[in-house]
Structures are given as structure tokens and as C-alpha cells.
């Protein structure tokens, strides 16, 4: 494509519609031969489709992930956890210098922008590093422990595929301030009560690792780069390189050609230090004295630099144990998490010490889990409907009457309404017409009020409705609409 010179822009500009020329305009020119060049009309484009790997949420996928929130704040209230928000946008070195410069968020999955004050910034791809900051910045490390939980989108800039996104959802718990196993115990308990309140802990397994203190992890590092490095020759392109910078992420690797040679690999239990074999004794033992069973993972290792001693992971098993077709076998996970001790020093320059173990569970994989049934009907609305007719000042009237009504149900009932109108110039659609479109629209809908005429200038105050889940008519007194509702709500539940 030949670029324009500023005589075709301005000319360009020139055939412009003037209605249209203080918006923002894009322009597309031919790419003809330059005997032929001339300026195609000028089109302006805007994208509909979202951003790849981003999506709109809304129907059962929103009722769902309401869900998904509402039942971990109430186990976040029974493990005496706090809400807290932090931003979206933090200083890019916030995670930069955390997270590990050969992970994969920092290596290429980072949203990162100069913003017009020229400040570096990322968009979150992850919430500990950003609530270890706020930590800091709002100096709560005089007043541990300090016990986090918070939802909200994360973003990283991955392959999008089934159960992966660029933006996607994070409930996170963070607990800030004790070194104690039962910190670790508490906080995978409270993974595996939100897990089991969603009615998915029978299709999880909770693979659990010990990476040590730094001596067991600097033990280990030695007798592992050694191993390996023997191995050069057969290992990804991605694990050789990592065999200089973190050796232990090596054995995260999903690389087919790595798995044989990771399967060999010396195990890192070998090499623990002594505390660090206790500690991790004395969580097992915690875990099974809570009925918290779990699987021994020795390649568990967790994809970010921050972690020590326990890590963990809920994967899924899929409904028959066999399976994670849900999700895809590389999406398998659902809820990660692990201990973060040096997270806060690092990040103080040295100054503060505060250690802290947490979870990140990824809303939009747990929500895929769930069966929609149950959700579907979950508003159950009583739905006005207006019978207008081809009268403007009649319609008038009926409508203001519906918002009355509606009002009335809605604030001094409590009743939850919805007002639905007839179609503009659907004036003779019929009843039965109008109930379709409110099962469509509405499926969980359970009582019609229909106003019209008669209401309208009946003075009785009484009420015409239809029970959708009895088949049944009644009028009655508005008076009594609300415990003759209810009365009702009772008999079928
Ligand atoms: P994965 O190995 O799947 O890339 P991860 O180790 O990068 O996961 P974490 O940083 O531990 O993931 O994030 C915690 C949880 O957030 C994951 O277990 C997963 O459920 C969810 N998650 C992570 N990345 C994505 C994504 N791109 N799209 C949807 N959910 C995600
Ligand atoms: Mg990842």
C-alpha cells in the first residue's frame, strides 16, 4: 500500500461529510496503480468484536460468577478473611522484580504501557504482588496478621484457548504475617471448604509440594542444574535456557521432550533441610486430621519466583475421574496457591520481613464447571404487563399505572418486578403472545400481573394474575398481593 502525502490526506479530509468532521475518523486509501491512484471514500470502522482473548459476560455466565463470588465471601467471613481491592494498574516494576524475570508472565505475558505521564505501568496479571504493595504503601505491617481476599480481572497476554484468556478472573486470599503451619493448613482448608460449597471439591485433587527453606532449594538447585545439564541435548529449547536462570522450573515444564527426563530427575524431598521436612510433615499431618486428602506432587513447583516451602494446586479430574475434558488437560487447574516469604523483604528493599502464604482461583474455570441448571431460573420476578391499545392517552395512563404498581411491589413489598411492554405497533398482539415473550426473556419469571382496561378504570384496587409454574389465574385485593404471593411461593417449594 502506497502511504498518502499530505495533498491526498487533505483532500481526503475535504470529502469528508461534515457532520462527521469533528469525530475521530480512520482512513483507508487505495492501493491502485498510481495512474489510477484515487482516494476511495473514506471509511470509518468501528470494531465490534472485543479484544482477542477477552469477553463479555452476561446471562448464566454472569449469574454464575455472581455465585462464584457470593460463596467465597462468605467462606472468606468464616476463615476471618477481609475484602480488600487494589488497583488494576500498578508501576511495572511491581511485578518485574517480583514475579521472576524467566516466568512466563514476566517473559511474555505482561500488559505493559508508558501512560501519558510517561509512567511505566502494567496492568495486573496477578493480585499478591500488587496486595504485598499495598501492604506496604499503607504501612499494615505494624498491625499483622493481616488477612486479604479480593476478586477481579487479571491480564495476560497468553494463547487464548478453552479455559485461557487474556482477560480473565481471579478470586485471591492472601494472609500476611505468620510463619506458623497452621497459617498453610488454615488457608488450603479454606481453599477446600470454597471448593466443596461450590460442589466441586469431588472433581478436584490437591496436589501438594514442599520447595524447602533457601538452603534445601540452594541444595537442590546444585545436584538438579547437574542432572540436567547432562541432559542438555534431549530438553526444550525453553528448559535449557532455564537450566541458567531457575533450574526448578524445568520440572513445570509441559514440553513433551522434557517429561522423560524430568520423570528421572533427583527429587527435591531428598534434599530437604531438616525444618523444612518438619514443617512439611506437620502440614500433612494437619491436613489429614482435617479430612483433607491430598496427592504428593515432586514436579509441583509453581510458575512464579516468590514461592518457598508449601505450594499447592487443586486440579481438575473431571466428573468420572478420568478426564479433564472440561477444560483442556493444560487448563486443568483451578485454584493454586503457596507460600511467599521473601515476597514482602524483596519488595521493601530489605526493610520489611513479613511472611505470607495465599491462593488465586481462576473464576471463569470454576464457572465453566458448573452445570448452568439451577441458574437459569435463579430471578424470579413478578412481570407487569401492559394490555395498550390504539389509544396514545390511554397508553399514557396504563403505563404510569405500571410504574406505580411496579414501585409499590418493589419498595414497599419487596416483591422483585419487571414492567414489560408491548412491542410499538404490536398493538393487537395477543395474550398468549406476550406470555411467550416473557418466558423467553425471562424464563424464571413465576407470576404475570396484566394491566389494562379494566384495571385501569376498575376503582376495587384488585389485582388479575397468572401463576406461570401452576398454570393458574387469581384476582385479588392488592392489599393481599404480597402473602398471596408468597403463600404461593411456599406451596411449590
Ligand atoms: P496455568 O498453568 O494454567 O497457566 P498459572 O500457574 O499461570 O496457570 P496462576 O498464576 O497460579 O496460574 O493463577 C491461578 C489460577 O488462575 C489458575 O489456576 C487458573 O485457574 C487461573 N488462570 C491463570 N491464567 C489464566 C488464564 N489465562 N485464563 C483463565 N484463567 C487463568
Ligand atoms: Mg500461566
Redesign the pocket.
Known amino acids: 500500500m502506497k502511504i498518502p502525502g499530505e495533498r491526498q490526506v487533505r483532500l481526503a479530509l475535504a470529502c469528508q461529510n461534515e457532520k462527521f468532521q469533528r469525530k475521530p475518523v480512520q482512513l483507508y486509501f487505495s492501493a491502485g496503480p498510481t495512474s489510477m491512484q484515487r482516494i476511495q471514500p473514506v471509511k470509518r470502522v468501528i470494531e465490534t468484536r472485543p479484544v482477542r482473548?477477552m469477553r463479555d459476560r452476561f446471562g448464566v455466565d454472569a449469574l454464575k460468577y455472581n455465585h462464584v463470588c457470593a460463596i467465597a465471601q462468605s467462606v472468606a467471613n468464616l476463615y476471618g478473611f477481609q475484602p480488600v481491592a487494589t488497583p488494576i494498574l500498578e508501576h511495572a516494576s511491581v511485578f518485574e522484580r517480583t514475579l521472576g524475570e524467566d516466568s512466563?508472565?514476566i517473559g511474555k505475558e505482561l500488559y505493559t504501557f508508558k501512560d501519558k505521564s510517561g509512567d511505566q505501568l502494567t496492568m495486573r496479571?496477578?493480585g499478591t504482588a500488587g496486595a504485598a504493595r499495598a501492604l506496604l504503601s499503607n504501612n499494615l505491617t505494624n498491625s499483622l496478621p493481616v488477612k486479604w481476599y479480593y476478586h477481579g480481572p487479571?491480564f495476560?497476554h497468553?494463547r487464548p484457548q478453552k479455559?485461557?484468556?487474556?482477560q480473565?478472573?481471579?478470586i485471591g486470599v492472601e494472609y500476611f504475617g505468620s510463619r506458623n503451619v497452621s497459617s498453610d493448613v488454615e488457608t488450603i482448608a479454606m481453599a477446600a471448604t470454597f471448593l466443596k460449597k461450590l460442589s466441586l471439591y469431588d472433581k478436584v485433587e490437591l496436589n501438594l509440594n514442599t520447595l524447602g527453606d533457601s538452603e534445601s532449594r540452594a541444595n537442590y538447585r546444585s545436584v538438579l542444574t547437574e542432572f540436567l545439564t547432562s541432559h542438555k541435548q534431549s530438553l526444550s529449547e525453553d528448559s535449557v535456557r532455564r537450566l541458567s536462570t531457575n533450574p526448578l522450573r524445568v520440572l513445570d515444564s509441559k514440553h513433551p521432550d522434557d517429561a522423560p527426563i524430568v520423570a528421572q530427575s533427583p527429587r527435591l524431598s531428598e534434599y530437604l533441610s531438616a525444618p523444612s521436612r518438619d514443617r512439611f510433615e506437620q502440614l500433612l499431618e494437619n491436613l489429614t486430621s482435617l479430612g483433607i486428602a491430598y496427592t504428593l506432587n515432586s514436579n509441583l513447583v509453581?510458575?512464579?519466583d516468590y514461592y518457598q516451602d508449601t505450594v499447592f494446586?487443586f486440579i481438575y479430574r473431571g466428573a468420572n475421574n478420568d478426564d479433564t475434558d472440561s477444560l483442556g488437560a493444560?487448563?486443568g487447574?483451578?485454584?493454586?496457591?503457596g507460600r511467599y516469604d521473601g515476597l514482602v523483604k524483596l519488595m521493601s528493599g530489605g526493610k520489611t520481613d513479613v511472611p505470607g502464604i495465599g491462593?488465586?482461583?481462576?473464576i471463569?474455570?470454576?464457572t465453566m464447571l458448573l452445570e448452568n441448571k439451577g441458574f437459569e431460573h435463579s430471578q424470579r420476578p413478578v412481570v407487569i404487563i401492559t394490555i395498550t391499545e390504539d389509544d396514545t392517552d390511554f397508553n399514557r395512563r396504563l403505563d404510569q399505572r405500571a410504574l406505580q404498581l411496579a414501585h409499590k411491589f418493589r419498595t414497599e413489598l419487596l416483591i422483585p418486578t419487571v414492567i414489560q411492554h408491548r412491542e410499538e405497533g404490536a398493538q393487537s398482539q395477543r395474550v398468549d403472545k406476550l406470555l411467550t415473550k416473557v418466558l423467553k426473556t425471562l424464563p424464571g419469571a413465576r407470576y404475570v400481573v396484566f394491566l389494562g382496561r379494566q384495571e385501569l378504570e376498575d376503582s376495587s384496587d384488585l389485582i388479575n394474575y397468572r401463576d406461570l409454574t401452576q398454570r393458574t389465574q387469581a384476582t385479588v385485593p392488592l392489599s393481599s398481593i404480597a402473602s398471596s404471593f408468597k403463600s404461593h411461593s411456599q406451596d411449590s417449594a
Not at 479455559?163 to 487474556?166: A, K, S, V, W
Open positions: 482473548g512466563d508472565i496479571p496477578e487479571m495476560r497468553e479455559g485461557r484468556f487474556r480473565f478472573e481471579q509453581r510458575g512464579l494446586e493444560q487448563q487447574t483451578v485454584l493454586a496457591g491462593w488465586a482461583a481462576g471463569d474455570r470454576l
